[in-house]
């Protein structure tokens, strides 16, 4: 099995855009022994965010026919017990259900993160392993590799140290096209404003450049961040720039238009 992993290293750090991320990452079941795969990011936001509905709903990940309806609907994501294990640790983590608790840390359950599991259960998952990593901007992020009952998988080592490197690479490649999940492109405004933000502007001194109210530029930043996915005004300044919206010199904090002429 170490070839195939570390040729999935390989390609997710060669990869051009998420959409080969996602690619190599549908087919690593198949190659590796399991019978899905699934992926989430940002795991401390209340909603996940696109790009991890995106992944949930593509059928090449293999997610039986009819669960991904249900554990969308309920939201079951957010209650999951190893989700929230991964939000407090870096370790990789291999689960089994009905009795998680041989497999995860003490750890009391509430009903829904029971109704998590044993919604799982109904589609006989029943084993996994999941590997987070900490993302810039404070995020954290996970992959998770799931398997049936009576899937012999063999989770050494080497499988789980290999597979840490892909997971790293996979969020990688996904932020370096990030502008792939965005729900439609900045508008003119949005983009000049994010311009003079990415030179350190305030929103106040954005304003008096273009002639519009604080709040307008604020309204503007705001739904740059949102397009973009973005987790703050900086993250979006760096997206953009990855995503050529903005040019890289738009970093320099010089020659700045002084907005008090």
């Known amino acids: 099995m170490d070839l195939p992993v570390r040729d999935i290293v390989d390609q997710l750090t060669s990869s051009a855009n998420a959409h080969d991320c996602?690619?190599?990452?549908?087919?690593?079941?198949?190659?590796?022994?399991?019978?899905?795969?699934?992926?989430?990011?940002?795991?401390?936001?209340?909603?996940?965010?696109?790009?991890?509905?995106?992944?949930?709903?593509?059928?090449?990940?293999?997610?039986?026919?009819?669960?991904?309806?249900?554990?969308?609907?309920?939201?079951?994501?957010?209650?999951?017990?190893?989700?929230?294990?991964?939000?407090?640790?870096?370790?990789?983590?291999?689960?089994?259900?009905?009795a998680p608790q041989q497999s995860l840390p003490a750890m009391e359950f509430t009903s829904r993160q029971r109704h998590s599991m044993e919604y799982m259960r109904k589609f006989d998952i029943q084993q996994g392993l999941t590997i987070p990593v900490r993302l810039p901007f404070d995020r954290t992020g996970c992959v998770t590799w799931f398997a049936a009952a009576d899937n012999r998988v063999t989770f050494d080592r080497p499988l789980v140290e290999h597979l840490q490197i892909a997971v790293q690479r996979f969020f990688d490649g996904i932020d370096r096209s990030r502008l792939w999940i965005a729900t439609s492109p900045l508008s003119p405004r949005e983009t000049e404003c994010l311009h003079w933000a990415a030179r350190g502007l305030s929103d106040k001194k954005i304003a008096r450049l273009i002639d519009r109210s604080a709040d307008t530029v604020t309204f503007h930043v705001r739904s740059s961040i949102r397009k973009l996915d973005a987790v703050n005004r900086t993250h979006a300044v760096a997206l953009a720039v990855r995503a050529s919206l903005i040019e890289p010199t738009d970093l320099e904090p010089s020659p700045v238009p002084n907005p008090r002429n």
């Open 22 to 98: 996602l690619d190599i990452l549908a087919a690593t079941p198949q190659r590796l022994g399991f019978d899905i795969v699934g992926f989430r990011e940002e795991l401390d936001r209340p909603i996940a965010p696109q790009l991890s509905k995106i992944g949930a709903r593509d059928g090449r990940f293999g997610w039986p026919s009819g669960f991904m309806s249900g554990w969308i609907a309920e939201n079951l994501g957010r209650h999951f017990p190893i989700d929230r294990l991964m939000r407090k640790t870096s370790a990789s983590c291999h689960w089994t259900l009905p």
